[in-house]
């Protein structure tokens, strides 16, 4: 599934390329990429419009056009934006359909495409589309996103911000990694990822964090996500860049997936237990788990 650093890495390869463009025409191939909206309302208010900027905000994509106004799109669980030369779906030497079996994987669950005025072409593909893309005004975009969490990158993400947000939360540190109204665009991977480095065990209540707990938590996720970002993101199954290509963060993952395996720092071994209904990868030998932290003014019992 795609986090932060894989929609990253596609936003930053297609903005040389698309920024300037004109859409010459959206096709909208499943209904469910647009809805609520039909297909063809879509279309019709997305051709013809010129890309004036390509960004990002957590997991999701921010396709800006002329007339102020932003086609915003996600990924979900398997989508890909890949930009293509301009190829034909139908065969060009029998002037027909292809059949589905002669039909590439990624024709098969092309659920929208951009026809650029160079000729090429921008695919969202999604085998299982949840994928989505809706189109609103740029006054509207704070409010959109408002609930969502702090931008990992941004100067507003620091320690004392995460102890903030942490502060009184029992739920576990990785379902707090996860809720996106905290922090935006961290995942089940870099999750994992960033608790490790932090040397925190992913069960410890979020609440528990001290200071320098927070700091170095702070410090992983920001780490985590610049490796993931380093290799081009993950491919540990359907994620593939805007150039369809796989990344290679799964090469370097430090403990997730890595069930069984030693421990990188302490030579442990690395287990999985689930969170929240998420495998979770983690050190028991060296991710210490925090004990709540009794609430403020009432003293300890003695034993
Ligand atoms: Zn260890």
Not at 4 to 32: A, H, K, N, S
Request: aromatic share 6%; hydrophobic share 35%; proline share 7%.
């Amino acid at each position: 599934m795609p986090e932060l650093p894989e929609v990253e890495t596609v936003v930053r390869q297609l903005e040389p390329e698309v920024e300037g463009r004109r859409i010459e025409r959206l096709e909208v191939l499943d209904e469910r990429w647009a809805r609520p909206v039909p297909p063809l309302e879509l279309e019709a208010a997305v051709s013809a419009g010129t890309v004036e900027r390509l960004g990002r905000r957590g997991k999701y994509i921010l396709l800006g056009l002329d007339g102020g106004r932003t086609l915003v799109m996600h990924l979900r669980m398997t989508g890909n934006l890949i930009l293509r030369e301009g190829e034909e779906m139908l065969d060009p030497s029998e002037g027909r359909r292809l059949y589905e079996s002669e039909r590439s994987t990624e024709e098969r669950h092309l659920r929208a495409r951009f026809v650029l005025d160079d000729g090429r072409e921008l695919w969202f593909t999604d085998p299982r589309r949840f994928g989505e893309a809706f189109l609103i005004d740029d006054d509207g975009l704070e409010e959109r996103f408002a609930r969502l969490g702090v931008e990992p990158f941004s100067p507003e993400f620091t320690p004392a911000a995460l102890g903030e947000m942490a502060a009184g939360r029992t739920a576990p540190l990785k379902s707090f990694l996860l809720d996106q109204s905290g922090v935006a665009g961290v995942g089940n991977i870099y999750a994992d990822e960033a608790l490790f480095r932090a040397e925190l065990h992913p069960l410890s209540p979020a609440g528990s964090m001290k200071p320098e707990h927070a700091e170095a938590l702070r410090d992983a996720v920001v780490a985590a996500l610049e490796a993931g970002i380093d290799a081009g993101g993950s491919s540990i199954d359907d994620y593939r860049d805007a150039r369809g290509e796989r990344g290679s963060m799964q090469d370097e993952f430090l403990v997730h997936t890595r069930e069984g395996e030693d421990c990188p720092r302490c030579g442990g071994t690395i287990v999985r237990i689930v969170v929240g209904g998420r495998s979770t990868y983690f050190c028991p030998g060296c991710q210490v788990r925090l004990r709540r932290r009794p609430k403020r003014g009432r003293r300890p019992r003695r034993p």
